[in-house]
């Protein structure tokens, strides 16, 4: 059971503002921006190295926490800048043959697709989408006819950047692992509201950011990379942190996931997502995704029963991500209008979900992204302000 009240206390923002944008990027809670802002001070009164050197408990708390959050061992998690960096850098370090095939799905994000077009161009693969049930899910069926003895990759978005449905991804997983196929999970959009765990997963790669639901900083973001495999891939970029030199002729990867990073960081964020994290493990996933799943499934509701609005999520497992359009105002106009009222939704727009909302027809939809933090008044207001056109 969560302690709403307490939760909101420690989210000063939410006094002032009506925050349904935690898919763009959450509202930090103290002991996120307490951390980040207290190792930066110590940067400015010791200098960086030293500071570093004084907190090297909270930069282990990153690893440590985040290994509890998924499963897995603190040296299968790598930090990187952003869920963006943390897949490409999986992704190439794949080591493909001219001729492989990678499947993926509408849901994917847009720059890791064009990430992977950029890599088949370079690489000589061929890309497959696999497309959704009627349920705006992942047609199993379909997916184990596209697998052929190339595939090498199956990369699968958990929960669509432009829509909330909650993709079966342990069941892809067990998919890939059957086939013996590397498997690509972005949980950019499910880590932190929903429960992850890669060994029910089946992942061999989890690509993920600080700054959405686990509501850590801006410019964090982590890779999880299974020891079973670490030794097959070759990173793209050697670091003194991520390799070690040996001679003029040779150098050697670190062991586990940290051959993936750079020595050089913005540590004060990587500290902020440990504590982000820590602070999610101690609320409780489990506690998390409920709430966030009831609050989402409520405004769903609710917002379909107005006239003008169309809600776009198709499937029976939503995501607190809910998307809709209206017949009387334009996605954009309606973000502008609620952000006058000092309400904060996003927009997605067809042009970055060509896979997706651009095959259905749909310009563009609205982005009311909850969290645990929301209370229920604010779903009210919400539909109120929406309602008022
Ligand atoms: C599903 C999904 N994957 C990846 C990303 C990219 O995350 P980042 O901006 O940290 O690279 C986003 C960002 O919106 C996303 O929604």
């Keep these: 059971m969560l302690n709403l009240e307490k939760l909101r206390r420690e989210t000063p923002a939410c006094e002032r503002i009506l925050h349904f944008n935690n898919a763009g990027s959450s509202l930090n809670p103290w002991v996120v921006s307490d951390a980040v802002l207290r190792h930066l001070q110590r940067e400015q009164e010791i200098g960086g190295y030293e500071a570093a050197a004084e907190a090297e408990q909270a930069q282990q708390l990153f690893y440590t926490a985040m290994g509890k959050y998924l499963g897995c061992a603190a040296d299968e998690i790598a930090f990187a800048e952003s869920a963006s960096r943390a897949w490409t850098l999986a992704l190439f370090s794949v080591p493909f043959q001219a001729g492989d095939e990678v499947i993926t799905f509408p849901s994917e994000y847009a ?17 497959k989408v696999c497309p959704f049930n009627e349920s705006g899910q992942v047609d199993l069926i379909a997916l184990e006819s596209m697998i052929s003895s190339k595939t090498r990759v199956i990369a699968l978005t958990h929960v669509a950047s432009q829509r909330g449905d909650i993709q079966p991804a342990a069941a892809v997983g067990k998919l890939a692992r059957e086939h013996s196929i590397y498997y690509l999970l972005d949980a950019c959009q499910s880590a932190g509201q929903l429960a992850l765990d890669v060994s029910t997963l089946g992942c061999h790669f989890l690509a993920g950011t600080g ?25 793209s970029f050697a670091d003194l942190h991520s390799a070690q030199w040996l001679s003029t002729e040779s150098f050697a990867w670190q062991a586990g996931a940290r051959r993936f990073e750079s020595f050089e960081r913005h540590l004060a964020g990587m500290i902020g997502l440990g504590a982000a994290v820590n602070y999610a493990n101690n609320i409780g ?14 405004l769903r509701d609710r917002l379909s029963q107005l006239d ?4 776009h999520e198709r499937a029976e497992e939503c995501s607190g991500i809910v998307t809709f359009s209206s017949s009387k105002e334009s ?8 952000n006058e009222l000092g309400v ?12 997706d909302l651009a095959r259905e027809g749909v310009a563009a939809v609205v982005r009311a992204s909850v969290h645990y933090y929301n209370s229920d008044e604010e779903i009210t207001r919400f539909l109120d302000l929406v309602a008022s056109v």
């Design 331 to 338: 996605a954009a106009e309606l973000k502008q209008r609620l």
């Design 285 to 298: 996933i489990q506690h998390i995704e409920k709430r966030v799943q009831e609050l989402a499934s409520d």
């Design 111 to 127: 720059s890791n697709y064009m990430s992977l077009l950029h890599l088949a161009r370079q690489k000589n693969l061929i890309v």
């Design 308 to 311: 003008p609005i169309q809600v």
């Design 211 to 235: 700054r959405k639901y686990l509501r850590g900083p801006r410019g964090t973001g982590f890779l999880y990379v299974d020891a079973e495999i670490v030794e097959q891939l070759t990173p």
């Design 344 to 355: 904060n939704v996003s927009v997605s727009k067809s042009e970055n979900a060509q896979l």
